[in-house]
């Protein structure tokens, strides 16, 4: 077998339905739509969810939870990720973004103590918690809190 020897499976190729090219052809006059009724109309047709008149299931599930429009979006960062940065660095935000430590869409950043550091650092950050800024200044470094 060759390749200009290769033909697709008897019956598997059709051409395509003419719809409305006149009664001889099958499709023609209402072109498969029927007879009146709204998809029978230009732009016919439900639009999606629609249950045919029946109150839809998203309307029939009570609604849950509560969504607080105060909420604030706020990125951890602990002691152990500190370590890519050298010794006497300023981390702040964008040395942290640039790092690729914090992503998208946040109102604050938080420093964390899980971990260990032995070199100085500078980081200034929104908020730190009580074991991060005693383990950043045991190691030589300080810890200022933006507001």
Known sequence: ??????????????????KGRGVGSGLGKTAGKGSKGHRARSGGGVRPGFEGGQMPIHRRLPKRGFANIFKTNVVIVNIV??????????????????????????????????GEIDFPLTVKVNAASKSAIDKIEAAGGKVEVLS
């Open 1 to 18: 077998m060759r390749l200009n020897e290769l033909s697709p499976a008897e019956g598997s190729k059709s051409s395509r339905k003419r």
């Open 81 to 114: 990720d500190l370590k890519r940065f050298e010794s006497g660095a300023i981390v702040d935000k964008e040395t942290l973004s640039s790092a690729g430590m914090v992503k998208g869409q946040y109102d604050a950043i938080k420093l964390l103590g899980k």
